[in-house]
């Protein structure tokens, strides 16, 4: 790949950025995360922000910048993170996790930037310091642009919410531009229209006041932990649908002109077994394995335990029985209303022989944007322009928690414009991200902000 100089001055400061090890879950490097968070609000004020400042919080600081031309026109918040996870296993890296270096991959021919959080997310929020930067040096820019990038996001954004919450007019804005997500392949371009919420459930099931002897009781007394597993095969029918009354109540089902756009998306089915070692895949009656694990809700067990698990075998009937149960949850389930049905639902199926008890631990909301919205248009015409194709619609089956607390707290929309792949090995060893992903981003960005002005004018007209 054929660099001109600013180009290779944009992957040195990228560098910089990167051989700051930022770890937020790691209190050994608080000081680490700080200067992160100066080098973030550095760029900013180079880029030509107005104003950027560093707010402390009982945690790391968020950096928030803004560059604002006039409050008629129409205001783009930018977030994203600085701080990045663990290394661990540091022995998995062929090169040291905060010394980057460029190296080129079967699926990244023109090079890829090897180091933790080379993708995520600083190499993405760095992709729109520089695409901020060359708007407002070449005076493209006819939007607002606020950014606000957190140093928590890796350990769960505690102190974020309060911030948006106490801060909702300074954030005031029109459309939320993230790029912390990835996109299907470097031929075919994708938005994250939805993410998933969870609810996180565990039952414990208590029998005899102690383990009894299996021969002596064996037949007579309820064994919890069988109790337990007639309970969870009954919370599935035979067409693998979730068998609590009101679980669909809420869910949105998607337009056909979506799921026809989303069911383009190339998946290889033997590929995806292959890749996981099973033989065949199963889900929901009436959908595809990637509609299973996007558009629809799930139950899942994922753990259980009680009794002798130790060498050997021990004949005994146990006094207790558990199990932790996740539920993903779409567009509009609510997850609090959700663990209050899956609570019912297993009193309702417990027997009379053992008592039950179901707490919750946590959830989230799902969100979704849909795809008529100006946000989504933006977006579908800046990668058109840029990529030469059309992107497509994608769910994605994980949860970012954030997202639906911003539409929350300041009514907004997201538009998750991610640029990585799947294959960046973020969070894992060797994580890296692509040269040809980090231009095409800072190419795709100012057109987003083009296309978005010139909807919300025509809207405004
Ligand atoms: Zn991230």
Not at 53 to 63: F, R, S, W
Not at 73 to 84: A, E, F
Request: proline share 6%.
């Amino acid at each position: 790949m054929k660099m001109t100089s600013e180009q290779q001055q944009s992957i040195e400061e990228w560098m910089d950025f990167l051989k700051i090890p930022s770890i937020s879950a790691d209190s050994n490097f608080k000081a680490d995360v700080r200067r992160a968070a100066h080098w973030v609000q550095q760029a900013l004020l180079d880029s030509g922000c107005t104003t950027v400042d560093l707010i402390d919080t009982p945690g790391h600081p968020i950096v928030y910048g803004e560059y604002l031309i006039d409050p008629k026109l129409p205001t783009v918040l930018v977030y994203g993170h600085y701080d990045v996870q663990p290394p661990d296993p540091v022995e998995l890296w062929k090169s040291p996790p905060f010394e980057p270096v460029i190296k080129s991959t079967e699926l990244h021919p023109d090079g890829a930037v090897f180091a933790r959080g080379a993708c995520d997310d600083k190499g993405q929020v760095f992709m729109h310091i520089k695409a901020l930067q060359k708007m407002i040096a070449d005076q493209s820019l006819h939007t607002n642009v606020k950014f606000m990038v957190e140093g928590e996001e890796e350990v769960g954004s505690d102190h974020l919410e309060d911030f948006v919450k106490k801060n909702k007019e300074k954030l005031q804005c029109d459309i939320i531009l993230i790029s912390d997500t990835g996109m299907i392949s470097n031929e075919q371009p994708s938005i994250t229209t939805g993410l998933r919420g969870l609810s996180y459930m565990e039952i414990t099931v208590t029998g005899p006041n102690r383990d009894l002897h299996s021969g002596l009781y064996g037949g007579a007394v309820a064994n919890p932990i069988n109790v337990l597993c007639e309970i969870i095969a009954q919370l599935q029918n035979e067409k693998h649908q979730v068998n609590i009354p009101g679980f669909y109540d809420k869910v949105q089902e998607i337009s056909s002109e979506e799921r026809a756009l989303m069911g383009r998306i190339p998946f290889d089915e033997s590929g995806f077994k292959n890749s996981i070692g099973i033989n065949d895949t199963r889900g929901e009656a009436g959908y595809s394995t990637e509609e299973r694990r996007s558009i629809r809700p799930t139950l899942d067990v994922n753990g259980i335990w009680g009794g002798y698990t130790g060498e050997g075998a021990k004949t005994v009937i146990p006094g207790e029985a558990h199990a932790k149960i996740s539920m993903r949850l779409v567009p509009d389930q609510d997850w609090e209303e959700i663990s209050r049905l899956f609570t019912q639902q297993v009193e309702a199926l417990a027997p009379k022989s053992v008592s039950v008890k179901v707490t919750t631990h946590h959830g989230g909301y799902p969100y979704v944007t849909p795809i008529d919205t100006l946000g989504y248009q933006a977006a579908h015409a800046a990668y058109s322009d840029v990529f030469g194709v059309a992107p497509v619609p994608h769910r994605g089956g994980g949860s970012i928690p954030i997202v639906p607390m911003f539409e929350k707290e300041l009514g907004v929309k997201s538009i998750l414009m991610g640029f990585g792949l799947d294959t960046d090995a973020i969070h894992s060893p060797n994580e890296h991200f692509g040269l040809f992903n980090f231009f095409k981003g800072i190419a795709t960005i100012p057109k987003f902000y083009h296309h978005f002005a010139r909807l919300m004018g025509a809207k405004n007209q």
